[in-house]
Nanobody
């Protein structure tokens, strides 16, 4: 079991920046990928960005060129640098880990951190 603790959410004006961080503890040797998902009010949870153990990254089209995910495998942390934020980025952001040989649904999730972008 992996425990995740997120930090860095908050309120920012459109065009501003925020950095989210997530620290993993517990059974971290089994982590294959780390990532961020978000859920806006009335919408389904969606993938924002992921980074695999080899460094491969994926991004939602809506955040490409604005968000950047990074991972420190030695410290078991993952960060999401969010620039040029838009009101539509407002959501609860969740850190997640995916174990080897399985998918995200069988991984661990953080408690979520609120990001609010004002226009």
């Amino acid at each position: 079991q992996v425990q995740l603790v997120e930090s860095g959410g908050g309120l920012v004006q459109a065009g501003g920046s925020l950095r989210l961080s997530c620290a993993a503890s517990g059974s971290t040797r089994n982590i294959y990928a780390m990532g961020w998902y978000r859920q806006a009010p009335g919408k389904q949870r969606e993938l924002v960005a992921t980074i695999h153990s080899g460094g491969t990254t994926t991004y939602a089209d809506s955040v490409k060129g604005r968000f950047s995910i990074s991972r420190d495998s030695a410290k078991n942390t993952v960060s999401l640098q969010m620039n040029s934020l838009k009101p539509e980025d407002t959501a609860v952001y969740y850190c997640a880990v995916r174990p080897y040989y399985t998918d995200w649904s069988r991984g661990s999730w953080g408690q979520g951190t609120q990001v609010t972008v004002s226009s």
